[in-house]
C-alpha cells in the first residue's frame, strides 16, 4: 500500500530535496506540494494524503497553525502531519504537539530515517524521537501552563488497566514492550490501547501522550 504524501515548506529547494527523497522509496508517494500554510490546509483537503509533511515557519499561515487546521477538520480524520524543520527547541516540539502533529523530525535526519517517520506516522504512531528527544518533551509537557481541572475527567472513563497502558505509552514504550512489561499479549495491549484512545478522543499515540502528561497521570519526573 502506497503511503500518499503532501509536502509543505516555503523553500523550493527544500521541497525539491525532500519531495526527492520521499519518491525513491517504493511505498511513499508526493501527491502535492504547499510553499505557505494555507495551500498546505487546502492540499490536504483536495488530495486526502496519508500524512503532511510540515514545515513551521511558512509565510500566510504557519505550520502549527495549519496543522490545527486539519486536525480540527472531521473530513481530514485519517490525516497525519509530521513537523519537519530547523527549528529543534524545546518549545516548538511542546507547540507541535499540542497543534496535533503526530511527529516531529529535524531537517538534519536522513532519507532512510525521514521514510520511517512517514511510514511511522502512517500507522497512526507517534515519533517523539529522535532529535526531539522525549526528554524535552516530557519536560515541557509537564510544566504548570497545563490546561484546566476539567481535563483530568478524562482519566475517569479508563479502566485502571487502560490508564496504566496509557501511561506506559507516554513513557515511549511500543506495544511489544508493553505487552512484556505487563505480561499481556501484543494483541490484548493493541485493544486496551484503541479504546483508550477512543475514550479519550485522541487521534493517535501522539495525543495519547499530550494526555497522560496534561492530566498528570504522567509526570517528566517519572
Do not use: C, W
Amino acid at each position: 500500500m502506497t503511503v500518499r504524501v503532501v509536502l509543505a515548506d516555503d523553500q523550493t529547494l527544500i521541497r525539491a530535496g525532500v519531495s526527492s527523497l520521499i519518491d525513491a522509496a517504493d511505498d511513499l508517494e508526493v501527491v502535492g506540494e504547499a510553499a505557505n500554510g494555507v495551500e498546505a490546509v487546502e492540499l490536504a483537503r483536495s488530495t486526502r494524503p496519508d500524512v503532511v509533511v510540515m514545515d513551521i515557519r511558512m509565510p500566510e499561515l504557519d505550520g502549527l497553525e495549519a496543522t490545527r487546521r486539519i486536525v480540527a477538520d472531521d473530513g481530514l480524520a485519517g490525516v497525519r502531519v509530521l513537523v519537519l524543520t530547523t527549528f529543534e527547541v524545546d518549545e516548538y516540539v511542546l507547540r507541535a504537539l499540542r497543534a496535533g502533529a503526530s511527529g516531529f523530525l529535524g531537517k538534519g535526519v536522513g532519507p532512510r530515517e525521514l521514510a520511517d517517520a512517514i511510514r511511522l506516522v502512517a500507522r497512526g504512531d507517534a515519533l517523539l524521537s529522535p532529535t526531539a528527544t522525549r526528554g524535552l518533551i516530557t519536560r515541557f509537557l509537564a510544566r504548570p501552563d497545563r490546561t484546566d481541572g476539567a481535563v483530568p475527567e478524562l482519566l475517569k472513563v479508563l479502566t485502571q488497566r487502560e490508564r496504566e497502558i496509557v501511561a506506559l505509552v507516554a513513557t515511549g514504550m511500543s506495544n511489544d514492550e508493553i505487552a512484556e512489561r505487563l505480561f499481556l499479549a501484543e494483541s490484548t495491549v493493541k485493544t486496551h490501547l484503541k479504546r483508550s484512545m477512543a475514550k479519550l478522543g485522541a487521534r493517535d499515540r501522539a495525543q495519547v501522550v499530550v494526555i497522560a502528561f496534561q492530566t498528570g497521570l504522567v509526570t517528566a519526573s517519572g
